[in-house]
């Protein structure tokens, strides 16, 4: 069983940064893939960055410049740094890691909410 462990969500104002960080038991690289996806009312849930097992990164064109996804397979840890918070990031954060077998992991989700 794949355990996906979330935090760093909150309360931010524009203009502002959170950290956001995914956490799972044994090695990270045995995934395919880990991702940061989110969801607002009213939208579909989309990817937000992803990191394959070779390092590969990939971004929705909403977050480029601003948002960064990075790992530490020390502590089978996947982050999501975003900066320069919009109004429009607010959503539920998800933690993805996709399995060799295609299988999909999901984290709880976490709240991001950007108001001033």
């Known amino acids: 069983q794949v355990q996906l462990v979330e935090s760093g969500g909150g309360l931010v104002q524009p203009g502002g940064s959170l950290r956001l960080s995914c956490a799972t038991s044994?090695?990270?690289?045995?995934?395919?893939?880990m991702g940061w996806y989110r969801q607002a009312p009213g939208k579909q849930r989309e990817l937000v960055a992803s990191?394959?097992?070779?390092?590969?990164?990939n971004y929705a064109e909403s977050v480029k410049g601003r948002f960064t996804i990075s790992r530490d397979s020390a502590k089978s840890t996947v982050y999501l740094q975003m900066n320069s918070l919009k109004p429009e990031d607010t959503a539920v954060y998800y933690c993805?890691?996709?399995?060799?077998?295609?299988?999909?992991?999901w984290g709880q989700g976490t709240q991001v909410t950007v108001s001033s």
């Open positions: 990191i394959t097992r070779g390092g590969s990164t």
């Open positions: 044994g090695s990270i690289l045995r995934f395919n893939a």
């Open positions: 993805n890691a996709e399995g060799v077998l295609y299988d999909n992991y």
